[in-house]
Each structure stands twice: as C-alpha cells, then as structure tokens.
C-alpha cells in the first residue's frame, strides 16, 4: 500500500488542535492595555529631580515583563518610549483592542513634601471627600492637546463642576475595578510594607472613557524626597511592577471568561463546586463525566469548557480533574457523556464518586 505522505500531516495537524483544547488555554486570550502616564511635553509630577513619566514608563515595562511570563496575557502598551499621546487616545487604543482591563500607572505629588504612600484610584463619582486636586493635576493634560474644548465636549478639568458632571459610562464594572485595585494595595502594604492611602474613586477622564474595568494607579509621592527615591531606582520600581502584575494575575484566574455574565457564573459555579464535594464526600453516591486534567486551576464558566455547564472539579495532588454534571442515575450519566463528546471530549469517560472519591465505571 502507498505511504500517504498528505493523510499523515492531517493526522499530525488534527492531533495538535485536539491537544490545543481549553486545559492548554488559548494563547493570549486576556488582552490587557498598560498605560504610562504622561510622556513627551507632559512631563507630569517633577520634585527633587525625580520626573514621573520616566518612573511610570520603566514601571509600566517592568509590569509587562513580569506579565508576559503568563502565556494568557496580550499585552498592548499606550507608549513604550518618551513621547506624548492624547488623553483621548488612550482609554480608545483600550476599547479599540476590546481588552479586558485598562491599568494606568503614575505618581503622586503635593506641595507639602511630608505625604506618602500608595493609591489606587477608580472610576467614581464620590460625593465625599473627593479629591478634586488629584483630578485636577490627573486630568490637566488635556489642556495640551490640540482642539481640547471640541474633543471633550466643554469639559474644563480646572473646573470642579465638569469634573462631577463626568458621564460614568462604566458603572457596571465599578465593583471589578475595586476589587482589582484593592488587591494591588494588599500586595503594596503586605508584600512591600508601603503604607496604603487606600483605594478612591475619582472623576478621571481616562478611566471614564474605557468601556473595561480599570485602574489608575499613583505609585508614591516625588514630593516625598525618601519616597521618591525608591520609586527612581531601579529596585524600587521591580518590586512595585511584580506587586502590580500578581494582582493582575490574580484578578485574571478569578474573573477569566467572556464578560461579566461568565464572572457571575464562576462563582456561583465555584459555590456550587463547593457544595457538591461536601455532598459526595459525605457518603453518598453520584456519578459525573471526567472530561480533562490540567495542572492549573481553571475559572469554572462555559466558556472554558466549550459552552458545558456544570462543571466540578477535584484537586490532587499536582494536577485538577474537571468533571461535567451530576447525576445519580446511570442512564442520564451515559447522556452526559454522549453530550460532553459531541462539545469535542472524546476521551470523556463516567467516574462514580463516593466518600470523597472517584472510580471509572468505563
């Protein structure tokens, strides 16, 4: 018989787009905009010699580096060198990219060179103790651009009025905003010791214009001679960059999915994951489907697997069993398994688990 030399490359090709599935993760499949404040003529906060858009800029890339150690991640960059973008430009290269997050980076300044410490600030409209000079120093940029009073549409940043007159056009990310920033000013104060001024929410135009949850995030203070020089060094600058990118790590393996709805279901999926573990571990008897083993903790949502729901899974002791549905009749675990190999698990097998177990029926 002839060797077909065409049907073995299709083998070859099939076998590693099977082998490509959901417990690989899609390459670059959380795409997130890194945004360096400042740049060019804006050269933002300048105290003791210290200038913010080169701090936020080598900051910024550090967060990269660190990030791009995570295949998941896409990683898009508002500016990489020393030149001046458009506030408006900014928070569109984000929607523009669809991304899942906008983090921008900065620092602090005040006239007074006695404050410190870290914030993280959100998109908001506090009516309490609102900072309106932040807004003010953060939002002044707009003053550069060109044709300013037609971009924005009147809005005048040394203006308070304009600033609590911001449309908040992404309300409903408001809550994974915060839970983001709050997990970047855990890792400053617990990891690095820095003493946290908390998370905010301010009227910033950067913020308000992306259609993501987003972050803006003011490292320290320049005015703060001791401060600023940490945050000028190279050292300083790494530990803050890898406090900011395990956060953003974290965030991504909690809320990995296709939007806010998969949000929800991951964690009613891992509630009810929970639930049934306690339920068979406590001598009943139920049946799933296995359809995969990873070695990494997988968001239990539709989306990543292959629009199944009522996914559970088991942990062992190097890698995650990932099992579909529940069930304490036969008849129907045999549904579920013909359902699971038509979705693209062809390996999927029915497991019996009892007293915190599971054995292969077949």
Sequence with gaps: MKFNYREMLLSIILM?????????QKHHSFTIILDA??????PGNMYHGYKEKEIALKTTLKVGEFLEQDRDFKIIYTRTSDVFIDLEKRPKIANKANAKLF???????????GPSGTETFVMGLSRSGMNIEVAKNENSVILLEDNYKEKYQGFDPKKPESL????MMQEENLNNSINLATKIQGNFTKKLSRHSRGVKQQPLWVLDAAYMPGVLIELGFLSNKEEGAFLNSDEGQEKMARQIADALI???NEYFGDGKND???FEKSEKNSEKRNERTSSGDSVYKVQIGVSSRKLSLVPSNFKGLKNISSMRGESSYR?????????DEAEKMEKEAKKKGYSDAFIVEIKDGKSTRVR
Excluded: R
């Design 164 to 167: 609590i007159g911001l449309k």
């Design 263 to 265: 949000s929800v279901a």
């Design 103 to 113: 983090v921008s980076i900065h620092c602090n300044s005040v006239k007074n060179f």
């Design 322 to 330: 990932y099992m579909y549905g529940e069930t304490s009749d036969m």
């Design 37 to 42: 404040g400042h740049g060019g003529k804006d």
């Design 16 to 24: 590693l787009v099977l082998c490509n599935s959901v417990f690989s």
């Design 250 to 252: 974290k965030y991504k």
